[in-house]
């Protein structure tokens, strides 16, 4: 069973920063990866997506304003979230694909991903 473990959520300040982070499994070399987010009473919505081939992919939401990058030494997923807003708040849940490939080039397709952390929660105020 592959074990995703998700870290830096919080609460910020509107305009504030959060980077999150996940650890990832040993085999995760050869896959795409990504974070996805949920608001009470929304529906799971993909955030960002890595693929293999270096690609990113983000939700119009986030463009501009969130980064997805991947420390291969530390064999960690982030996720860094600038000015954030309260429309932002949700939990966080960093995943792993199926394939090489998350998204189709233009967004986060979630029926690519194989398994989910356990989230982590931000919370924007305003």
């Known amino acids: 069973q592959v074990q995703l473990v998700e870290s830096g959520g919080g609460s910020v300040q509107a305009g504030g920063s959060l980077r999150l982070s996940c650890i990832l499994p040993?085999?995760?070399?050869?896959?795409?990866m990504g974070w996805s987010r949920q608001a009470p009473g929304k529906q799971r919505e993909g955030v960002a997506s890595?693929?293999?081939?270096?690609?990113?992919v983000y939700a119009d939401a986030v463009k501009g304003r969130f980064t997805i990058s991947k420390d291969n030494v530390k064999n960690t997923l982030y996720l860094q979230m600038n000015s954030l807003k309260p429309e932002d708040s949700a939990t966080y849940y960093c995943?792993?694909?199926?394939?090489?490939?998350?998204?189709?080039?233009?967004?986060?397709?979630?029926?690519?991903?194989?398994?989910w952390g356990q989230g982590t929660q931000v919370t924007v105020s305003s």
């Open positions: 890595l693929d293999t081939d270096g690609s990113t």
């Open positions: 040993g085999d995760s070399d050869g896959y795409c």
């Open positions: 995943g792993i694909g199926n394939g090489p490939y998350c998204s189709g080039g233009y967004f986060v397709e979630m029926v690519r991903f194989r398994t």
